[in-house]
């Protein structure tokens, strides 16, 4: 360790070194730029059907250990093949497949075992 570094201080960085983190501190911040500030309502509607889906008791029995996709607090289709899902959906709503919201139900299993 030098003697600056004990103190506290770090050693003046090389100008590549400086040149290097200049440019990685430029791309971060163009990346964080280019990200929403906040999602969008057809986002955040996705989101809550996903929550809903999650939490309701009767699509935890029905759908237990399947993919659902949800419109609208309703689900629209379901099954153990993502991709089917997503097509079921798509075909049932009209929506282009990535406005769907879809998640996984577990089961009481996954989480207590047995089966």
């Not at 809550?48 to 999650?54: G, L, N, T, V």
Request: charged fraction near 30%.
């Amino acid at each position: 360790m030098g003697h600056e570094e004990a103190n506290g201080t770090l050693p003046s960085p090389t100008p590549e070194n400086q040149a290097r983190y200049e440019e990685w501190c430029r791309k971060q911040e163009e990346y964080w730029a280019s990200l929403p500030r906040q999602l969008t309502e057809e986002e955040a509607e996705q989101f809550r059907d996903m929550a809903w889906a999650e939490q309701d008791p009767d699509v935890q029995r029905l759908y237990a250990y399947k993919w659902v996709a949800v419109y609208r607090r309703k689900v629209v289709a379901a099954g153990d093949d993502l991709g089917e899902v997503l097509a079921e959906a798509s075909r049932v709503t009209g929506l282009p497949e990535g406005k769907i919201a879809v998640t996984s139900i577990p089961g009481v299993e996954t989480f207590f075992g047995g089966r």
